[in-house]
């Protein structure tokens, strides 16, 4: 399988090669890489670009290109509000999608540019990664760094740090509507979508197979009846109120174990609980 590397880029031209020679070290062969950046005429993206260059020159076999961010179609000079950081992560998610969909392995390095690119890396990676792909941050010592050399040599001292990416879905990116969205905002709206299924999905899951008959009445009346008191619900099922307050009891310690709620009570039972029986969407809503 090919491997991709895309590279956020600041003034700092060495983070792209010597990224390249770490992966380079520990066995991946990269044959795309990809240096975002912003407007290539400024400084001090232009230096930097101007000293990657050569070096990049010296991997003939390399499909190298240069992505500048963009706004309303020109070259963005930095990302200093809200449209700028949202055209930062379309660059970067379009740029990770395409070799998505090229069949590479991708590794995204966000050690470099501006910090709201490697949020946007990140979030990138959530999107679209499979289990083979990686999110590095690059950690170097000593003289490489004060002498900002372009490779490595012997006694330099430099890291790849794999940053564990936590997905939005458990299905391979490439089989589901998040990695078909061409649009990072679709992509983010199709992922959050498919969160709320999920969670819906398990709170069915929970009324319906985790909780006994007598405790779904009672969190049902106490969920949909935020007033009534334990007397109230009891008097109502026609049971006693420690009857009552022992069930519900058993519900919070249910949800904590389903859901990690520390000290769960009626209020985090009314909020986890409270669309399965308001809103028409589940068998178990009548």
Known sequence: MAEALIATLGSEAQVVTIVLDLLAAAGHSVAVLRVIHTDARQEPTRSALARLRPEIAQYPHLDYREVAVTFSGEPLADIENELGAQATFATIYEEARRCKVAGHRLHICVAGGRKVMAVYGMTTAQLLFDEEDRLWHLV????????????????????????????????????????????????????????????????????????????????????????????QIALFLGKRPRTVDSQLQAVYRKLEEAFGIQGASRGAMMRMLGRYWREDLFRGSS
């Open 140 to 231: 170097s010592f000593g003289a490489l760094l004060a002498e900002r050399r372009m490779h490595l040599q012997t006694e330099d001292r430099a890291l790849l740090i794999p940053i564990p990416v936590l997905g939005w879905s458990d299905v391979p990116a490439a089989l589901t509507e998040v990695g078909r969205a061409d649009s990072a905002v679709v992509a983010v709206r199709a992922a959050q979508m498919r969160k709320q299924a999920q969670g819906a999905q398990r709170v069915v899951a929970f009324v319906e197979q985790t909780l006994t008959p007598k405790e779904r009445e009672v969190a049902r009346l106490g969920t949909l009846n935020p007033d009534w008191t334990y007397e």
